[in-house]
């Protein structure tokens, strides 16, 4: 959030409200898909998995 707070889904004029002291990222931002996608390829590398279905 302190990176990249137009990450965050919310109201443009109100604060981002936090449910269960988590954010909701916004998933419509090809920014966000990259980073997430970026991430857990990088999990999965070094997990030396073959096949996930």
Do not use: T
Not at 20 to 34: C, G, I, M, T, W
């Amino acid at each position: 959030m302190h990176q990249h707070p137009e990450w965050v889904v919310r109201h443009p004029y109100q604060r981002a409200s936090i449910g269960r002291n988590q954010y909701v990222l916004d998933f419509a931002n090809p920014e966000v898909v990259d980073n997430i996608f970026a991430q857990m390829s990088a999990v999965l590398d070094q997990a030396k998995i073959d096949f996930m279905q």
